[in-house]
């Protein structure tokens, strides 16, 4: 069976990354989501096993130190990680996933998945993302300062990503990052390797005669 297609959708705190999500979810209910294990406090509204695993610090280095976690960050004073079996049988079943997480984390992913596809979800402006963070409601003022300025930092690194998608409206957003996910299924490349079921080797000496 053909390997499902690895999705990773990073971009700063406050941008829109889980609305964005939340609506995929709808719009998008073939592809599969990866839940988080956190050491961060549930929002209010958030449910264990479904917005994240809630995890408190001992339980999560107890998931670093038994190799359960695809990646793992420390971001703004908690933990996050990507529990990796979920994800592994989830490609071998043939199905695509998406992750939504941080930069560093993105970036641990890459060196495993280098033919992740990476989308960078970029606030309309910085103007707006400081005011969106603002908006939630749900952080201390210093938090969202930490916040803004790591989201300052995670920009400078979109050069590592495959696309931008600007989440200037939710509708838009989704619709650039559905177009992205069948343009990927599109690729010559995978459209070869999916054909004749061969590795990227054999691909590309097809591709050169
Ligand atoms: P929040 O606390 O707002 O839910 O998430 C904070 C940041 O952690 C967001 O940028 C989110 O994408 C990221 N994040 C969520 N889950 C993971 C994960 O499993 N690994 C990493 N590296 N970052 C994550």
């Known amino acids: 069976m053909n390997k499902g297609l690895l999705f990773v959708l990073s971009g700063p705190s406050g941008v829109g990354k889980g609305t964005v999500c939340a609506a995929l979810r709808t719009k998008l209910p073939e592809l599969v989501y990866s839940v988080s294990a956190t050491t961060r406090a549930p929002r209010e509204g958030e449910r264990d096993g479904v917005n994240y695993f809630f995890k408190t610090r001992e339980q999560f280095q107890e998931m670093i130190q038994t190799d359960a976690l695809l990646e793992y960050a420390e971001y703004v004073g908690n933990y996050y990680g990507t529990p990796r079996d979920f994800v592994e049988k989830?490609?071998?079943e043939g199905k695509d996933i998406i992750l939504e997480i941080?930069?560093?984390g993105a970036l641990k992913v890459k060196e495993k998945f280098p033919d992740g596809v990476f989308i960078f979800l970029m606030p309309p402006s910085l103007d707006e993302?400081?005011?969106?963070l603002g908006g939630r409601g749900t952080e201390s003022q210093a938090t969202i300062d930490h916040r803004?300025?790591?989201a300052k930092d995670e920009i400078n690194l979109l050069y590592h990503y495959d696309y931008a998608v600007v989440n200037d409206q939710i509708d838009l957003a989704c619709k650039r990052i559905d177009s992205i996910i069948t343009a990927e299924h599109c690729k010559r490349v995978r459209f070869l390797h999916e054909l004749y079921n061969c590795e990227h080797d054999a691909v590309s000496a097809?591709?050169?005669v």
Do not use: G
């Open 206 to 208: 097809a591709d050169n």
């Open 129 to 132: 993302l400081k005011s969106r």
């Open 90 to 92: 989830t490609l071998s």
């Open 148 to 150: 803004l300025s790591v």
């Open 102 to 104: 941080e930069v560093q």
